[in-house]
């Protein structure tokens, strides 16, 4: 029986591409902003989209191997969890984009077929130095990546302001 995770990969795709009750989805959000302004940081303390999607992507790479292995490799401290716009700019949005979607695709695929007992097992938690069940890392996962959609909208709010 697999019904929990079944309910937690809904709520993945509720929130990249459908209309969850917290209001837009990173598509609905990603849809209504130009290009040209993914590099851009609106204002000196916030991140820029680009830079909060590749520290999506980092965070959720990091879960994968966890998920593979039994245990993470990295830790917040990572330089590459925050990379810099002028990083970023040289790999360009599209395959920043295409990591992100790819990510979450891989994630959804490796969770679909387990069981929910799985979400009892146990994996290493670098980070946080210990071992937790992997509930503890699939959830969290979730709440990241809406704690960051609500971070998205102040971006894009604050870009639009700034460039109007």
Known sequence: MNSIIQYTIAQF?????????????????????????????????L????????????????ALLKIKTGKGSKTDDCPENWLPNDILKQKGWEQIQKEYDDTLAELIT????????????????????????????????????????????IIIKFLKEKNT
């Open 110 to 153: 490796l969770l679909q077929d387990k069981e929910d007992a799985f979400l009892s097992e146990t994996y290493y938690d670098t980070d946080f130095k210990g071992d937790y069940p992997y509930s503890f890392l699939i959830n969290g996962m979730l709440h990241h990546d809406v704690y960051h959609l609500g971070q998205l909208g």
């Open 13 to 45: 795709e509720e929130i990249q591409e459908g209309y969850p009750w917290v209001g837009s989805s990173y598509a609905s959000k990603l849809s209504k902003v130009d290009e040209s302004l993914y590099f851009e940081r609106p204002l000196e303390g």
């Open 47 to 62: 991140h820029s989209i680009a830079e909060t999607i590749s520290h999506l992507t980092f965070w959720r790479k990091e």
